[in-house]
Structures are given as structure tokens and as C-alpha cells.
Nanobody, 114 residues
Framework: VQLQASGGGLVQAGGSLRLSCVASGSTFSRYDMGWYRQAPGTLRELVASIGSGGSIYYLDSVAGRFTISRDNGKKTTYLQMNSLKPEDAAVYYC?????????WGQGTLVTVSS
């Protein structure tokens, strides 16, 4: 399985971005998916996840601002990020939840200017 994340960029604080993650393979709908992020000098953390049945988890610091969704027909997971803060700046990755070490892709860089 390959996971291709996109949609990152430079945005001012308070702005929005929508990340997308397209998966290869035919079993996408069976698995829980997650968005993770890693800022310089920090550990990679789970930001949000969405189960195969639709259950959703958010990191406390993004709850109410970020929305995770999935389109099984397009094998795509989305992360709508609103009211972005400088502390949201990081490389964002998608992976299964829990993550598989061999599924990490390049990620997409989100930069938030204050």
C-alpha cells in the first residue's frame, strides 16, 4: 500500500487548509485511517483518526478546529484544518491507525505564519 498526502502549504494564522491522502490497493475501506504530524524536534503524534465504521478521534488541541473524513470510493482520507495556529505547523502524514511503519510516505508540509 502506498499513501500519498497532499494539500499542505503556507497559510496565515486563522486560515484553513484541506489535506488529502490517496491510498493504493483495494482494501482501504477495511482499515482505520489517521493523520499524524511531526514538528521539528518533536515526536510524531496522531492528530485525528477515522475508523472503518466511522468512529472518530481528535487530539485535544485540534478538536473543534479540524475535521477528518474519508471517501472509500476514492480511497481518500481528508483533514480539513480551520483556525490554524502557529503550533499546528508540521509535516503531516497519513497512515493506518494504528500506524504501520512501512506505510509512512513523504508527508505534506504545513506552515502557519503568525
Amino acid at each position: 500500500v502506498q499513501l500519498q498526502a497532499s494539500g499542505g502549504g503556507l497559510v496565515q494564522a486563522g486560515g484553513s487548509l484541506r489535506l488529502s491522502c490517496v491510498a493504493s490497493g483495494s482494501t482501504f475501506s477495511r482499515y482505520d485511517m489517521g493523520w499524524y504530524r511531526q514538528a521539528p524536534g518533536t515526536l510524531r503524534e496522531l492528530v485525528a483518526s477515522i475508523g472503518s465504521g466511522g468512529s472518530i478521534y481528535y487530539l485535544d488541541s485540534v478538536a473543534g478546529r479540524f475535521t477528518i473524513s474519508r471517501d472509500n470510493g476514492k480511497k481518500t482520507t481528508y483533514l480539513q484544518m480551520n483556525s490554524l495556529k502557529p503550533e499546528d505547523a508540521a509535516v503531516y502524514y497519513c497512515n493506518r491507525s494504528p500506524a504501520r511503519y512501512d506505510f509512512w510516505g513523504q508527508g505534506t508540509l504545513v506552515t502557519v505564519s503568525s
